[in-house]
Nanobody, 126 residues
């Protein structure tokens, strides 16, 4: 298994930027596809972005395309989410997630992920 810890959340004004990090423990991070999800109050958890095990293939929700960028550094066991042009609708708890070891491709389905972090709060003020 892999343990995941998110960081980098906070309060930012609309139009601002944040970079989230997801630090992974263990030796299998580099062989797993990863993803970011978010959950706003009283809303279902929704897909944000996913990246394959090499970092060469990415997939985004339509609502974040062109504003958010997912990336990973396998040497550092860390995944990132660069968030630009933030708007109040981006306010949510953001979770990183790891797919099972045998699954190396992207996915937008929460059920395809085996391990989850505890989440980091992102609040965008208008």
């Amino acid at each position: 298994q892999v343990q995941l810890v998110e960081s980098g959340g906070g309060l930012v004004q609309a139009g601002g930027s944040l970079r989230l990090s997801c630090a992974a423990s263990g030796r299998t991070f580099g062989r797993r596809a990863m993803g970011w999800f978010r959950q706003a109050p009283e809303e279902e958890r929704e897909f944000v972005a996913s990246i394959d095990w090499t970092g060469d293939s990415t997939y985004y929700a339509d609502s974040v395309k062109g504003r958010l960028t997912i990336s990973r550094d396998n040497a550092k066991n860390t995944m990132y989410l660069q968030m630009n042009s933030l708007c109040p609708e981006d306010t949510a708890v953001y979770y990183c997630a790891a797919r099972p070891l045998v699954s190396r491709s992207t996915s937008d389905t929460a059920g395809d992920y085996a391990q989850w972090g505890q989440g980091t709060q992102v609040t965008v003020s208008s």
